[in-house]
């Protein structure tokens, strides 16, 4: 079939001229008036892609998928007759990339149509501030990018999203079984069913009714190791949306409002995660403490100014969040009130219970008798995270003596990692608590 026949049968003549003006802006050749009869034109094509016609088939290929999707129709798109080959060009970049970025700042050639398209609900104005001044540009929308990127979702972590945190996507997550003790617990499992299915969709269009903020934060609380960060992940399976998790090196800049920017920034992409995803992604802020802290009294100092303007950021941006927002710490007390006082659930993790720790021993280590992993749960007070490493050594050791190891070699890990939690709590403050958080229950003579 020749690439005449290919556009003539792909591409409805309501839209050839759209198409025209697409391959026209990448032939860098002012053949835009053309029409799908002319013979020039095509020997122009020829002409250009004449020592790489598979190139020409390529870009034939995604302009026909991109002339001929729905969006064509459903944004009016062809009824646009001024439309400029500059715009054309940034909008197939987009398609074909799947690209969020700005397409024009203002002064830029290629501003000219934008106005209309603001109009029509396709770009919206942004404002990107400079060092020394604002600049105002033009962006698509979150809901013309959503039905441009229709079925190619999996590659919006290539967005500006990406700069200020790592975007997890369900299927690049495992499954893992975790074991929580009673209202621990009850509390997992009834988020797992708000996040499941439609029901979060409900649950956010009855805040909305009620004139409620329609995104839910959450936080998890409680001691290290107790499973809060995995947890996310496995909400995130559970209920099929997309995980963000905001990396704090790459949101705190060097440079003077560098890190407000950031903040602003990462909150606007998930905007844009929120149309493309079809399902209200998760935000994940872990060791949140660090962050959203009790406010800096000392205003005056950069530090107390700069800490301070992130969490009214945070805090604006939260208001109008349309999705879900986990925050774990270790450290719930250092939580600012403004910020604790926002979280329609808070969840505390503690350390498990003798039950739950002896079904970890036998998850983590199902070589274990019965007996001794009972014996295992009772005796040593660990976090999952403890108990993971101690069968991480068995695991090391069956490899590397051919056999698994016996009762005595075990409890020596385990009093071993014992007294490392111990000499951790002495050394770090902990030693005021009365018990002994992540350690042992008796004393090991």
């Known amino acids: 079939m020749t690439l005449r026949e290919a556009i003539k049968e792909a591409v409805d003549p309501d839209r050839q001229q759209l198409f025209m003006k697409l391959l026209s802006s990448r032939l860098e ?8 009869e002319d013979e020039y034109y095509y020997s122009d094509i020829d002409d250009y892609y004449d020592d790489d016609c598979d190139e020409c088939n390529k870009l034939a290929e995604r302009l026909i998928q991109f002339c001929s999707s729905d969006v064509i129709k459903k944004w009016h798109i062809t009824e646009l007759s001024d439309i400029e080959e500059e715009f054309c060009e940034a909008l197939i970049d987009r398609f074909e990339s799947q690209s969020i970025e700005p397409i024009a700042w203002k002064g830029d050639e290629h501003v000219k149509p934008m106005e209309t398209l603001v109009s029509m609900g396709i770009a919206e104005v942004v404002v990107k501030e400079g060092d020394s001044h604002a600049q105002v540009g033009f962006s698509l929308t979150p809901e013309f990018v959503r039905d441009l990127y229709e079925g190619r979702e999996d590659l919006v972590s290539l967005g500006p999203a990406g700069r200020y945190a790592e975007i997890l996507f369900p299927k690049d997550l495992k499954r893992k079984e975790l074991f929580f003790s009673g209202e621990t617990r009850e509390q997992i499992e009834t988020l797992e069913k708000v996040l499941s299915g439609d029901n979060l969709a409900k649950v956010m269009a009855r805040q909305g009714e009620k004139n409620r903020p329609n995104g839910l934060l959450y936080l998890f609380s409680g001691e290290p190791g107790t499973g809060k960060t995995e947890e996310v992940k496995q ?18 800049g060097t440079w003077n409002g560098e890190s407000e920017k950031s903040y602003k920034g990462l909150f606007r992409a998930l905007r844009y995660l929120c149309a493309l995803s079809r399902k209200a992604p998760i935000l994940l802020f872990n060791e949140a403490d660090g962050i959203i802290c009790k406010r800096d009294g000392d205003a005056h100092s950069s530090c ?10 945070m805090l604006q941006e939260l208001e109008v969040f349309n999705g879900v927002f986990i925050a774990t710490t270790n450290l719930a007390n250092a939580i600012d009130p403004a910020f604790m006082n926002r ?10 219970g003798a039950d739950t720790r002896t079904s970890i021993w036998k998850s983590q280590l199902p070589q274990l008798d019965p007996e001794f992993a009972g014996e295992l749960g009772r005796k040593y007070v660990f976090s999952g995270r403890s108990i993971q490493n101690i069968a991480s050594k068995c695991d090391t050791d069956e490899i590397l003596k051919g056999e698994f190891p016996s009762r005595e070699r075990i409890i020596q890990y385990c009093d071993t990692e014992a007294r490392s939690q111990t000499h951790y709590e002495k050394t770090s403050g902990g030693g005021e608590n009365p018990r002994c958080r992540v350690g042992f229950m008796n004393a090991i003579g």
């Not at 107390?304 to 950021?313: A, F, P, V």
């Open 343 to 352: 979280f329609a659930d808070k969840i505390v993790f503690s350390l498990p």
């Open 235 to 252: 909400l995130s399976i559970i209920s099929g949306r997309p995980l963000v998790v905001a990396d704090a090196s790459k949101l705190n």
């Open 29 to 36: 050749d002012d053949i835009d008036e053309a029409t799908v």
């Open 304 to 313: 107390g100014r700069l800490n301070n303007t992130i969490q009214s950021i």
